[in-house]
């Protein structure tokens, strides 16, 4: 990709911090070039290079995506800056979507919106609100049934496969956006993904990519409650993987297509998916290997949030 394009500088290791709710990271540096992801706000990036005009840097993301994103959706920082934001305590937003206020009132101008698993800096308590600081150093006031305090939400983090089901259940009904990683809109990978993060869980972008970690599980009635199922062609020699949600037990699944939705392998079930259980091909364990495999770790082991 990057051969292709005309006026890009290489640059040694920089550092930034996304700086908007959901950033969207596209395949090349322009507004109508297809999305390929996203990344939410608070999540430290890598940036690998810039467009001629420097409106678009090149980021890498701690899943090690990488992709193009405009300038002010990254707050570029020094070593040292960059550090400190991640050694900073945090507030996590809990909830699916919010706004941060400029004051600790109802009242309050709009300052930014939020979505579950952005992270702002904790800056302490006004009420019933969080003073929380962004990477670029704005001031704005988060309603505490939003989001609670890092230390808080690790305390009562669950990361069992019923946790992951019954916030995968959360999301029944949101919308289906290609590329999308946030309760915005989420294609399949996204949504699994997204699901994940909200337990602080970080596996790779895609389905295909998925499909490559953990333990794959072959017999439909092997599988398990929390479970990715994967579909797509049939082919002895190398079959390719193009869809993906989570196993929920008793014969059904939840993924987005179209929107979040349940389908059932069953074919006596209400719910029967003939399409995607003609079209499925393996299962796959991740939880087990969190922090045991590679490409499979949390914000406490992952490299980009200790640099």
């Not at 969080?130 to 939003?146: N, W």
């Not at 349940?262 to 079930?269: A, R, T, V």
């Amino acid at each position: 990709m990057c051969a292709l394009l005309v006026g890009v500088a290489a640059l040694a290791q920089e550092y930034g911090v996304v700086n908007i709710s959901v950033c969207n990271v596209r395949l090349t540096p322009d507004y109508d070039a297809v999305m390929d992801s996203q990344a939410l706000l608070g999540t430290p990036v890598h940036i690998l290079q810039r467009s001629e005009k420097n409106d678009w840097p090149e980021i890498q993301s701690p899943d090690d995506y990488t992709g193009w994103v405009h300038k002010d959706a990254i707050t570029p920082l020094s070593y040292e800056a960059y550090h400190a934001w991640n050694a900073a305590p945090k507030v996590i937003v809990t909830a699916h979507m919010g706004v941060i206020l400029d004051r600790p009132s109802s009242r309050g101008a709009t300052v930014s919106d939020v979505v579950g698993g952005d992270r702002l800096k904790d800056l302490g308590r006004a009420g019933r609100y969080y003073r929380v600081g962004f990477p670029d150093g704005r001031i704005g006031y988060l309603h505490r049934s939003l989001g609670k305090p890092e230390a808080a939400w690790r305390k009562e983090l669950r990361s069992e496969p019923s946790d992951i089901i019954a916030t995968a259940l959360t999301m029944n009904g949101f919308p289906y956006v290609w590329a999308g990683m946030s309760s915005h809109g989420m294609d399949c990978s996204g949504f699994v993904r997204t699901v994940l993060f909200m337990h602080d869980i970080i596996i790779p972008r895609n389905a295909s990519q998925q499909a490559k970690v953990g333990e794959r599980i072959y017999g439909l009635d092997d599988l398990q409650p929390g479970d990715l199922v994967f579909f797509g062609r049939k082919d002895a020699a190398a079959p390719k993987v193009s869809h993906v949600g989570f196993y929920i037990g008793e014969g059904r699944f939840i993924h987005s297509l179209g929107l979040v939705k349940i389908g059932s392998f069953l074919p006596e079930d209400p719910l029967y998916d003939a399409y995607n259980t003609g079209r499925y091909l393996f299962g796959g364990r991740v939880l087990p290997f969190i922090d045991r495999q590679d490409g499979l770790n949390t914000t406490l082991t992952n490299p980009y949030y200790l640099e």
